[in-house]
C-alpha cells in the first residue's frame, strides 16, 4: 500500500504561472482534502471533496482549483501563482466516518519568486 | 479560523520524563484527533477521541476529553527521543461532511 502520494516534493515557480500539484490514493477512501502549513499557522484547509464529483471550499480556497473525477486522484491547481502561495502543501485522505483518522501525504515544498 | 489551540506551544524534556500537551477548541465536535509531524515531513495520525469517550490510551499515549471545558490532553509517557516532533491537535465537527481543524501545534525536544 502506497497510501497518500504527492507529486512533486519540491517546486519552483515563477510569479504567474500555473501548476497542478497532484495527489493520489490507494486505500479507497471516500474523503481527501488539500492543506497548506505556513510557520506560525498550523494547517489551513484549502478544498475537500467528499467523493467522486463532490468538492467544496476550506477556509483558504482563493488562487486554487480542484477536481475529483474519480475516487484515486484529487488534483490541485494553481492559476496564476503568487508570492503568498508559498507554502507546504499536504493532501489528506479518510474513509467516510473518519475512524482511523487521516492519512497524510509527505507534502510537496512550493516556492513562489 | 483556527479551531484548536495547542499549550504550550514549545515544550523541552530529558527522556524518560512525561510530556502533557493541552488544547482547546471552539465548537462542538465529532471527534478530536492527535497527530505527530517530523521536521519536514508529513503527518502521522497517533489517536481519535470521539467526542462521548473521555479518556482513550494507545501504547503509551493517553488523551483526555472534556466537552464541558472544549478541552483536551495529550500525555506522552516515558518520552524518548525519537518522540521529539510537532504535536497537533484537530477536531473534526458535527455538522456533516469530514473535514478537520488544526491548532498550531506543540513542539516537543526530548534530550538524551
Known amino acids: 500500500n502506497a497510501g497518500v502520494t504527492q507529486t512533486p516534493k519540491f517546486q519552483v515557480l515563477k510569479t504567474g504561472q500555473s501548476m497542478t500539484l497532484q495527489c493520489a490514493q490507494d486505500m479507497n477512501h471516500e474523503y481527501m482534502s488539500w492543506y497548506r502549513q505556513d510557520p506560525g499557522m498550523g494547517l489551513r484547509l484549502i478544498h475537500y471533496?467528499?467523493?467522486?464529483?463532490?468538492?467544496d471550499q476550506g477556509e483558504v480556497p482563493n488562487g486554487y482549483n480542484v477536481s475529483r473525477s474519480t475516487t484515486e486522484d484529487f488534483p490541485l491547481r494553481l492559476l496564476s501563482a503568487a508570492p503568498s502561495q508559498t507554502s507546504v502543501y499536504f493532501c489528506?485522505?479518510?474513509?467516510?466516518?473518519?475512524?482511523?483518522?487521516?492519512?497524510f501525504g509527505s507534502g510537496t515544498r512550493l516556492t513562489v519568486v | 479560523s483556527q479551531q484548536g489551540e495547542e499549550d504550550p506551544q514549545a515544550l523541552s524534556i530529558q527522556e524518560g520524563e512525561n510530556a502533557t500537551m493541552n488544547c482547546s477548541y471552539k465548537?462542538?465536535?465529532?471527534?478530536l484527533q492527535w497527530y505527530r509531524q517530523n521536521s519536514g515531513r508529513g503527518l502521522v495520525h497517533l489517536i481519535l477521541?470521539?467526542?462521548?469517550?473521555r479518556e482513550k490510551h494507545s501504547g503509551r499515549l493517553r488523551v483526555t476529553l472534556d466537552t464541558s471545558k472544549k478541552s483536551s490532553s495529550l500525555l506522552i509517557t516515558a518520552s524518548r527521543a525519537a518522540d521529539t516532533a510537532s504535536y497537533f491537535c484537530?477536531?473534526?465537527?458535527?455538522?456533516?461532511?469530514?473535514?478537520?481543524?488544526f491548532g498550531k501545534g506543540t513542539m516537543l525536544l526530548v534530550s538524551p
Open positions: 489528506a485522505s479518510s474513509r467516510q466516518g473518519g475512524g482511523d483518522g487521516y492519512t
Open positions: 471533496s467528499v467523493g467522486a464529483g463532490i468538492t
Open positions: 477521541i470521539r467526542s462521548n469517550e
Open positions: 484537530a477536531t473534526e465537527g458535527d455538522s456533516g461532511y469530514s473535514t478537520l481543524t
Open positions: 465548537t462542538s465536535i465529532n471527534n
